[in-house]
């Protein structure tokens, strides 16, 4: 008997008729349909008027679940996997799944579809050529501010994830970690209360202290400008002499020819100079 597949299947994020044909269909021929929230999919499944069996597969059951499902597919049957909206196994349980599958050796196909990060990055305006998902930020204060400061220097546009009644909270965190960015604030996207906010950080964090936020949010931040991390590295190299910024060089494992050549680039300084005042204090 051959193994069956497991499908991860996108689903809408609000308007229905962003489900696929493929997606539809597979859901029609699947054999088992693994939910996030049954009752939620059964909503979806209904007004396409499909009928077929459902297990849930959530964060707390994912593993006497995951368990079973892979006892389904060993037994033939092909399992479609399902959020409440969206695509599986991006910031949730479904990758647990997939890595199971994996290791057990079973096939896995992506039926694609909305993804929220995508749709928000696309309308934001800002920099798409590189950019990373940070998903859902720490309710922990201490993993949360460990998050922001290791991603506050990345140049590449920023992604998260946030509920409404955390979004003034992480507002201000950013604002302690990325400073005045522009950030770009979506909400409820292909809905009928869709909306996107084109503003900075600081503006953001006032304009909610007066509108209340509503909805499932996905923040948009611009990344660190190359001119603010020349002009932080120059900050802190104005706090030290040229001997002092290369014997740091040095220090780090470069030879003296390359600390120069580097504490010259850092500088904004012509090599030779760099090598005479090094030359200078060294003789003092």
Avoid: W
Wanted: aromatic residues 8%; negative net charge; charged residues 30%.
């Amino acid at each position: 008997m051959e193994n069956g597949i497991l499908y991860l299947c996108a689903t809408p994020i609000g308007n229905l008729d962003d489900i696929t044909v493929r997606c539809l269909n597979v859901l029609r021929e699947c054999d088992l349909i693994a939910c996030e929230d049954t009752r939620h999919s059964l909503k979806l499944l209904n007004h396409f008027d499909i009928h077929k069996p459902l297990t849930s597969y959530f964060e707390h059951n994912k593993r006497e679940k995951g368990e079973y499902i892979i006892s389904q597919l060993r037994s033939g049957k092909n399992v479609a996997l399902m959020t409440d909206a969206g695509t599986p196994a991006i910031s949730d349980p479904g990758e647990d799944l997939v890595r199971l599958c994996i290791g057990e050796g079973l096939k896995v196909v992506p039926i694609p579809g909305a993804v929220a990060l995508i749709n928000a990055l696309i309308i934001s305006g800002q920099n798409t050529t590189r950019f990373a998902f940070e998903g859902f930020l720490s309710m922990n204060k201490k993993s949360r501010y460990e998050h922001l400061e290791s991603v506050k220097d990345d140049t590449h546009t920023l992604i998260f994830y946030e509920a409404p009644h955390k979004l003034t909270r992480t507002l201000a965190d950013m604002k302690k970690y990325f400073g005045n960015r522009r950030i770009s604030i979506a909400r409820e996207l292909t809905k009928v209360h869709e909306e996107c906010v084109y503003t900075t950080i600081d503006d953001a964090i006032e304009y909610y202290k007066d509108n209340n936020p509503k909805g499932e949010y996905v923040l948009i931040v611009e990344g660190m400008s190359t001119n603010d991390k020349n002009n932080e590295a120059a900050q802190e190299f104005e706090t030290m002499t040229v001997t002092e910024h290369v014997k740091m060089l040095i220090d780090v494992g470069m030879d003296k020819k390359e600390a120069i050549k580097k504490a010259a680039l850092d500088r904004g300084l012509a090599k030779r100079d760099v090598y005479n005042e090094f030359v200078k204090e060294e003789s003092i």
